[in-house]
């Protein structure tokens, strides 16, 4: 079946700017986390949804990011006043319970990778 | 006591060779110790995991190497290939629900 999908690919903002990047996780699952991952480093946590509420919003890292994921499926990651240093890429995954030994798995999305000029 | 170390940052290995990535963590919490691999603009792939309750996992040439006691796991791919060459990240979690934390990543190159 389909993948965690994510759009744009890319984006490329100016300073200041607001800007929405979407993730499509797999059919059926429950649990969606954003992660940001800047060059040459591992992931880090952003977000974490199970169904339509925010289950963890630890990892935000402002009031300037905000997500939803208002039916339980597709979310929005959305960055108010852009800056600079927000640039990297913003990956999604998501996971489900039920699937005998891979519960904890996490399958990510292609990214986003966001440019703030 | 979220973080976890991962070495070597770069590793360079033969074709055929043994390919060796260290990892170390500090929370005891951590129960779910995945590996991923990502070629550049590709989001990350599982590639194995394991769970505290066992010494060793082995899917294919990847193998995963727990040692509870020491807080440390590696991977090691056997009879690397060119194809390997990518970034490999350790990860662990609380379990189901929970954010992985990820090491910084390791750049393997294969040779051919």
């Known amino acids: 079946g389909a993948g965690v999908s994510q759009t744009p690919s890319n984006k490329v903002t100016e300073k200041g700017k607001y800007v929405e990047l979407r993730c499509d996780p797999i059919s059926g699952h429950t649990a969606l986390y954003w992660y940001r991952q800047s060059l040459g480093q591992g992931p880090e946590f952003l977000i974490y949804?199970?169904?339509?509420?925010?289950?963890?919003d630890s990892g935000l890292p402002n009031d300037r990011f905000f997500a939803v994921r208002p039916e339980g499926s597709v979310s929005t990651l959305k960055i108010q006043r852009t800056e600079r240093g927000d640039s990297a890429v913003y990956l999604c995954?998501?996971?489900?319970?039920?699937?005998?030994?891979?519960?904890?798995?996490?399958?990510f999305g292609p990214g986003t990778r966001l440019t703030v000029l | 006591q979220q973080q976890v170390k991962q070495s070597p940052q770069s590793l360079i290995v033969q074709k055929g060779g043994i390919s060796i990535i260290n990892c170390a963590y500090e929370n005891t919490a951590f129960d779910y110790f995945p590996w991923y691999q990502q070629f550049p603009g590709k989001g990350p792939a599982l590639l194995i995991a394991?769970?505290?309750?066992?010494s060793e996992k082995k899917e294919g040439r990847f193998t995963i190497s727990f040692n509870k006691s020491a807080k440390q796991f590696s991977l090691h791919i056997m009879d690397s290939q060119p194809g390997d060459s990518a970034t490999y990240f350790c990860?662990?979690?609380?379990?189901?629900?929970?954010?992985?934390?990820f090491g910084p990543g390791t750049r393997l190159s294969v040779l051919p």
């Open positions: 990860a662990a979690s609380k379990g189901y629900g929970q954010n992985f934390v």
């Open positions: 949804f199970q169904g339509t509420g925010a289950a963890d």
């Open positions: 394991i769970r505290p309750d066992v």
């Open positions: 995954a998501s996971s489900s319970p039920g699937l005998a030994g891979s519960t904890d798995t996490q399958y």
